[in-house]
């Protein structure tokens, strides 16, 4: 029966998985955005087409550990915005990819005022 031997292997691209993540935290309420993962700051936030860069994978044993880089709205509350992201981000990656996440690292590199645009 050919449910019962392997067909071959899946295999995601690093890619998926950081727009996986990045979809994911931009929708949780108080993410402004997201900043290039090597910026360190967040004084180039990227436009929502390319916000997968501000994620990091890393996938080694079989455990995957994400670093999202995030700027926040000036009226969140930081602690609770990033541990949402956390734990949104590795509900979705786990739903939709059936891959553990060991770690969501978030970053916050800059809060957003209203007068910043």
């Not at 916000?51 to 609770?80: I, Q």
């Amino acid at each position: 029966m050919a449910g019962d031997r392997p067909l071959g292997s899946v295999k995601v691209a690093n890619e998926v998985i950081a727009h996986i993540a990045s979809l994911t935290a931009s929708q949780v309420q108080g993410v402004a955005g997201m900043y290039q993962a090597r910026a360190r700051d967040g004084h180039r936030v990227l436009p929502a087409s390319s916000s997968y860069k501000g994620v990091r994978v890393d996938m080694g044993n079989e455990a995957l550990n994400l670093e999202l880089f995030l700027v926040v709205d000036h009226s969140a509350h930081v602690p609770t915005v990033a541990a949402e992201v956390q734990r949104q981000v590795a509900d979705a990656v786990d739903k939709m990819l059936g891959l553990e996440v060991r770690q969501v690292n978030v970053f916050v590199g800059d809060v957003r005022f209203p007068e910043d645009g």
